[in-house]
């Protein structure tokens, strides 16, 4: 496996990449640069739009469009039109903090984090947004939350705690239920921080090394199984895309990075791409807690 530039981009904080299968598109944001990208392989066709704030992820929606994680809410998103309307406030009470990562569930619901934004008090939380629009806390006490993902059966839940490098597994017994909170991998020291995550089919769980330049990919059981080496260090998540879902595009980052770095590294904030050994899981849809046209 060997990772290739697939689209220069110049993201200053390149995140999220979500495949969307009946667009044959890759959507991406920049949180940093407050841009949600939209990218088209087979023309190759990049296009972006300006974000109310800087913005942490963006899933699909089942009635069209996105759901964009924004600043401290839940924005719905229409391509066509290229507007942004507010759905759900999230933590108004906690004006240090911006929403981050955030995958669907294989039930359609969207499980979120928050963070502190200047990176030093453990005041994140994991959310759901449940079917009546509300956001329900899962877990919290992150500086930093990251890399939300579910297993293939949806019965485990993982997810990362970039400033402690550790990777947590949960059991998922019930969709609104986690139990038994367990490390799975502690990134060790010289490897840079675990970022964002994504399953394949067979349950391994591929994790981006914010500042070790690579992907790994961990067995269920926690064993490191294969790295993928990038020519940039700051490496924030992988998205599986194609019509057999093997094409593995990653998302990097140049903020940070000094001005000496980012000349050596000069496609920082660009997108890649690598073939997988086996295809990811397909990119589930929100189907609740999301009225149609984004209303709040």
Not at 168 to 178: G, I, K, M, Q
Not at 204 to 211: E, F, K, P, R, T
Not at 285 to 295: D, N, S
Request: hydrophobic fraction near 40%; charge should be negative; charged fraction near 20%.
């Amino acid at each position: 496996m060997q990772a290739q530039l697939a689209c220069s981009v110049n993201a200053e904080l390149g995140e999220g990449p979500v495949w969307v299968a009946h667009e044959q598109a890759l959507w991406f944001v920049d949180i940093k640069g407050r841009r949600l990208h939209r990218w088209l392989p087979r023309s190759g066709m990049l296009s972006a739009w300006s974000t109310p704030g800087p913005p942490g992820f963006a899933v699909p929606r089942a009635c069209g469009g996105l759901l964009v994680g924004v600043r401290r809410a839940l924005y719905g998103f229409e391509p066509g039109s290229g507007t942004f309307q507010a759905v759900r406030e999230v933590e108004p009470h906690r004006p240090e903090n911006r929403l981050n990562d955030g995958c669907v569930s294989p039930e359609g619901e969207v499980w979120f984090g928050s963070m502190h934004d200047p990176e030093v008090e453990p005041t994140g939380s994991v959310y759901r947004l449940d079917a009546s629009g509300a956001c329900v806390a899962m877990d919290a006490g992150y500086v930093v939350t990251n890399g939300p993902a579910f297993s293939p059966d949806g019965r485990t839940f993982y997810h990362t705690d970039s400033v402690g490098r550790t990777i947590y597994a949960f059991d998922r017994p019930e969709p609104h239920v986690l139990l038994r909170k367990r490390v799975l991998v502690r990134i060790e020291d010289p490897a840079g921080y675990p970022d964002g995550t994504a399953v394949d089919v067979e349950g391994c769980l591929w994790v981006a090394l914010w500042g070790g330049g690579c992907v790994r990919r961990y067995a269920p059981d926690g064993r490191l199984l294969a790295s993928v080496e990038l020519p940039c260090s700051r490496v924030t998540k992988i998205a599986f895309a194609g019509d057999d879902l093997r094409t593995a595009y990653v998302t990097t980052a140049r903020h940070g990075l000094t001005a000496a770095e980012r000349l050596a590294q000069p496609h920082a904030g660009s997108l890649f791409s690598f073939t997988a050994p086996v295809a990811g899981l397909a990119q589930a849809t929100v189907v609740t807690g999301v009225p149609a046209g984004g209303g709040s």
